[in-house]
């Protein structure tokens, strides 16, 4: 079935490489698969913060646009975009990937092998990936899977990951508060003894990246995999 | 200022109190217990959550079998619809009593009880430790739990001094000692105790009430009269439910060696001659107020989730903008998540955006460490949606919105060519 990759805005505006490196990934493990011409936001911000009606008109338009184009695959790099096509959209017969769903198959099929790298790291849950569909495990199976690298846990991980703060249309309405947050989990992950701090979610990715000012490094998954790739 | 911008200072100036230090000190204490054994509280949770959905969907039934049980085992009971008639109520019970003694509750906070006792006069003395501090001190508690945990020894011995009436020294045991026999003096004079309820068992008519200081024990028997005023929704089916919810909330408050009481009605003896005669040991009248005040419209608007909350103060040690603004993201009524939907229905949607109904990201911490599961994300994205309604939605949001509509995207860019 063909697969359709939703980029989502954040990936498309602000963090590009998250979108060029999941497309070459895609390339790479030769999975055919097509980009929208014209993308519309997805909604999920304005559905976090109470704006109904507009995510609603949104929502519609995204419908029948993936309708018109007779989408049944629909893959995202972005659990926000995810988790709101999953919870409030309606598409009967739509399987809604996430990227570090679609890794973790090819990774079990021996279709993604990934180099060596020795580095401490460790993986940030996003809210929408993690508390909200319980994809714990995926993304940690693929950071375990490369050679060299260890994987150490936050003290607050999983179902107690510390928010990155970004979310709920906190970022852009009380961006200091929004940013303590973040600094706070950079701090959690640098207390944990990590020098890579791996997220997959592009406004994760973004505001940590922000909040390390170089203190350590931080990846979005799909980056980490196309550096690692390997054959 | 507008309403965004005071929420922003005010959000602001939390961040800067140095207090979120001491939370974050509580919180890894919480998350540390909770951790160490995790199996067992999961089981506690589930069936937590059991019985107070079954109880919220029987309210109405539960609330008239309570009110019969209470008063068959000699209770007063009052059902008030609204805060006010709670309040009116009460003050009628003080009677020309100059003196009430008081222990910790969430619902006397949303009552604002103590305010309108103070005005008429009363004198509300805290007897929970923490609690005393904070009222003596003036401060502004910082948790449920540690209310005065981020007060140094000094500030403490301080703010106790002049109530024992002599300078007591920055010691732990001391600062214990004396605030216990002064306590004791002012729970006796007083006629009158104050509690809220951690459970009310509906077919026993039993009011439950957790403690691990005793001075709740103190304030139900010594004083004559007991007013205890609790919300519908600790109302559940039986003793046994009670004891379930009383121990999970226990569990979740982390508080260990607690008293576990149940009250059902006045003491009484018929050792004289056969006569019955209320208040032997313990109080001679007991009064229940049953409160709605927002309880059933939270049902009404299909949020009965949030009448899960025991005020365990869980969620608290979590919520990652709580641990960063501290008392910011919180209103009089309540602190973190459920305490900013309290926040709107007892004090009104402008001031649950002040307290932080647009600071919340969402994320879901909460509701995974909440003996009740309550689903705060979905509650406060609709409350939002209610305050979107009524024009409160905040200016950068809006041109988020608009960007969207332009342009398709929330940043109101042209799309690059890919
Ligand atoms: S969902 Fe909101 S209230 Fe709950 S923990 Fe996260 S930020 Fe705090
Ligand atoms: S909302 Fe849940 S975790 Fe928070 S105080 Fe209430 S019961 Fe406890």
Redesign the pocket.
């Known amino acids: 079935m063909e697969l359709w990759f939703f980029r989502g805005c954040m990936s498309t505006f602000r963090e590009r490489g998250i979108a060029e490196a999941t497309v070459e990934i895609l390339r790479k493990v030769s999975l055919p698969f097509r980009l929208f011409d014209r993308e519309t936001c997805c909604g999920s911000v304005l559905f976090r913060t109470g704006q109904v009606e507009e995510a609603e008109e949104v929502r519609r338009r995204n419908e029948e646009e993936f309708s018109r184009l007779g989408v049944r695959r629909l893959l995202t790099a972005c659990p926000g975009c995810y988790s709101t096509f999953r919870r409030e959209y309606s598409l009967p017969g739509v399987e809604v990937l996430h990227l570090t769903q679609l890794l973790r198959g090819l990774l079990v099929e021996g279709r993604l092998r990934l180099g060596r790298r020795e580095v401490k790291a460790t993986y940030h849950d996003s809210c929408h990936l993690g508390r909200e569909w319980g994809l714990y495990e995926e993304p940690r199976e693929i950071l375990k899977s490369v050679p060299g690298l260890e994987l150490l846990e936050m003290s607050l991980s999983r179902e107690f990951s510390r928010c990155c703060g970004a979310g709920g249309g906190v970022r852009s309405a009380f961006r200091e508060l929004s940013s303590a947050v973040s600094r706070s989990r950079v701090g959690d992950a640098l207390e944990a003894g990590a020098q890579l701090l791996v997220t997959s979610c592009p406004f994760c990715y973004h505001h940590l990246r922000e909040a390390a000012e170089g203190r350590m490094e931080v990846k979005d998954l799909s980056m980490l995999v196309r550096e690692l790739m390997e054959g | 200022m507008g309403l965004y911008e005071e929420t922003g200072e005010r959000l602001r100036r939390g961040m800067e109190g140095g207090r979120a230090e001491t939370l974050k000190v509580i919180a890894s204490v919480v998350l540390s217990r909770l951790r160490a054994d995790g199996g067992r509280l999961r089981k506690m949770m589930e069936r937590y959550r059991r019985i107070k959905e079954g109880a919220v969907g029987r309210l109405e039934e539960l609330v008239g079998l309570a009110k019969d049980s209470l008063r068959a085992v000699g209770c007063e009971v009052f059902e008030a619809r609204r805060g006010g008639e709670a309040v009116d109520y009460l003050l009628k019970q003080m009677g020309d009593e100059r003196v009430v003694v008081k222990s910790k509750s969430n619902t006397l906070k949303e009552l604002d009880l103590v305010e309108r006792l103070e005005e008429r006069g009363v004198e509300v003395v805290e007897t929970d430790l923490g609690d005393r501090i904070i009222q003596l001190a003036g401060e502004e508690p910082l948790h449920?739990v540690g209310p005065a945990v981020h007060l140094t020894l000094e500030e403490v011995a301080r703010a106790l001094s002049r109530e024992v009436g002599r300078e007591l020294p920055p010691d732990v045991e001391e600062i214990i000692k004396a605030s216990r026999l002064r306590l004791r003096e002012r729970i006796l004079e007083a006629k009158v105790g104050l509690t809220g309820a951690n459970a009310i068992a509906a077919e026993e008519g039993a009011v439950g009430l957790v403690e691990n200081e005793g001075n709740i024990s103190l304030i139900t028997r010594l004083p004559e009269k007991h007013l205890a005023v609790a919300g519908i929704e600790k109302i559940v089916p039986t003793l046994e439910d009670a004891a379930t919810v009383m121990k999970t909330?226990e569990a979740?408050l982390t508080v260990t060696g607690a008293y576990h009481s149940f009250i059902r009605g006045p003491s009484r003896t018929a050792d004289v001659m056969g006569i019955e005669q209320f208040g032997m040991h313990g109080a001679k009248e007991v009064h229940v107020v049953l409160l709605d005040g927002w309880r059933r419209e939270a049902v009404r608007m299909g949020l009965e989730e949030?009448l899960?909350?025991?005020?365990?103060?869980?969620?608290?040690s979590v919520c990652p903008v709580l641990l960063e603004a501290a008392q910011a993201f919180s209103s009089r009524v309540g602190a973190?998540?459920?305490g900013v939907v309290r926040t709107w229905f007892v004090l009104g949607p402008e001031e649950a955006v002040r307290a932080g109904l647009f600071a919340c990201t969402g994320c879901g911490a909460?509701r995974e460490?909440?003996?009740?599961s309550?689903d705060?994300p979905s509650i406060i994205e609709r409350l939002r949606a209610e305050a979107c309604e009524r024009g409160l939605v905040l200016p950068p949001h809006i041109s988020v919105a608009e960007n969207i509509r332009k342009t398709g995207n929330p940043f109101g860019e042209r799309r690059p060519q890919p």
């Not at chain 2, 460490?369 to 009740?372: D, H, K, L, Q, R």
């Open positions: 449920p909330c979740f949030v899960y909350c025991c005020n365990c103060g869980a969620c608290l973190g998540p459920v909460c460490i909440c003996p009740g309550i705060f």
